[in-house]
Nanobody, 124 residues
Framework: QGELVESGGGLVQSGGSLRLSCTSS????????IGWFRQVPGNEREGISC????????YYVDSVKGRFTIDRDGAKNTWYLQMNDLKREDTAVYYC?????????????????WGKGTQVTVSS
């Protein structure tokens, strides 16, 4: 089935930056789409970005476009979410996930492997 482990969360001031990591093991990353999600308690989980090496695509939800960047270090089986100009509304638990699906606005429906999440808190 495989495993994903997130890291890099923490407390940052508004306007600051964080770089989240998602490291995979136990499956073939080249054919999977990797997605980043976030969830605030009481709210639904939101898909914010995905990366597909197989389809050569990335996707960003409008609220993070221009501020967040997803990329990959293939040698380390690790994906990153670089988050710049963070805002208080970016505070959430951030998850990465993987699935044999295309990377587009519907990518969240195809995720089958999930990490346990990492907390990001943005203070004013």
């Amino acid at each position: 089935q495989g495993e994903l482990v997130e890291s890099g969360g923490g407390l940052v001031q508004s306007g600051g930056s964080l770089r989240l990591s998602c490291t995979s093991s136990g499956f073939t990353p080249d054919i999977h789409t990797i997605g980043w999600f976030r969830q605030v308690p009481g709210n639904e989980r939101e898909g914010i970005s995905c990366f597909s090496n197989r389809y050569g695509r990335t996707y960003y939800v409008d609220s993070v476009k221009g501020r967040f960047t997803i990329d990959r270090d293939g040698a380390k089986n690790t994906w990153y979410l670089q988050m710049n100009d963070l805002k208080r509304e970016d505070t959430a638990v951030y998850y990465c996930a993987a699935g044999l699906t295309d990377c587009n606005r519907w990518y969240s429906y195809g995720m089958t492997v999930w990490g346990k999440g990492t907390q990001v808190t943005v203070s004013s």
